[in-house]
């Protein structure tokens, strides 16, 4: 069983940048691609970022291209997430990810994931 708890959350004006960190506890999720979601108030929750197993590979969905970066360090069992130039519409609960499946990598669809954080929230002041 996997454990994911999220950290680097909180509020920024508009154009500041944070970064999220998700460390893996319970197993190794060095194999494992990861991923990152959020979910503002009323919304469905949506894909963010995804890397793979090794970092070599990540995607990032058009929203947030250019100012999310997504990486990871196996060594410490970290994913990141750095936001730079945030906007209002950034603000939600962003989630830390990570499947199992192979054929699951850089997924977008938060079916594909088997475990789950509990959230940090990340709030945008205009």
């Known amino acids: 069983q996997v454990q994911l708890v999220e950290s680097g959350g909180g509020l920024v004006q508009t154009g500041g940048s944070l970064r999220l960190s998700c460390v893996a506890s319970?197993?190794?999720?060095?194999?494992?691609?990861m991923g990152w979601f959020r979910q503002a108030p009323g919304k469905e929750r949506e894909f963010v970022s995804a890397?793979?197993?090794?970092?070599?590979?990540?995607y990032h969905a058009d929203s947030v291209k250019g100012r999310f970066t997504i990486s990871r360090d196996n060594a410490k069992n970290t994913v990141y997430l750095r936001m730079n130039s945030l906007k209002p519409e950034d603000a939600a609960v962003y989630y830390c990810?990570?499947?199992?499946?192979?054929?699951?990598?850089?997924?977008?669809?938060?079916?594909?994931?088997?475990?789950w954080g509990q959230g940090t929230q990340v709030t945008v002041s205009s």
């Open positions: 990810a990570a499947t199992r499946r192979p054929e699951s990598d850089l997924a977008l669809n938060p079916n594909e994931y088997d475990f």
């Open positions: 319970g197993r190794t999720t060095s194999s494992y691609a």
């Open positions: 890397i793979d197993w090794s970092g070599g590979s990540t």
